[in-house]
């Protein structure tokens, strides 16, 4: 299927280069929001999500850790 391999290269280049994850995160969006149906009627395309779904986790961990520093660097900016 070529959704797949183009959901495939999108995660590869993300994984390789996370600073280009803005630009392709929203082919990544499109293809998921215009092929859902696919992914989810077809049990194999359906596991063969599981590298986007760890790439999402990996990101959503670092943002995490990302947004709690710049909270304690707010709080230092603010006293002093």
Do not use: Y
């Amino acid at each position: 299927v070529n959704v797949m391999n183009l959901l495939t290269k999108i995660v590869e280049r993300i994984s390789r280069r996370p600073a280009r994850a803005s630009v392709l995160g929203v082919w990544l969006m499109c293809l998921m929001k215009c092929h859902a149906g696919l992914f989810m009627s077809h049990e194999i395309l359906a596991r063969k999500l599981a590298p986007v779904q760890g790439l999402l986790k990996e990101r959503m961990e670092t943002m995490g850790d990302l947004v709690r520093l710049d909270g304690r660097l707010g709080i230092l900016d603010f006293l002093m």
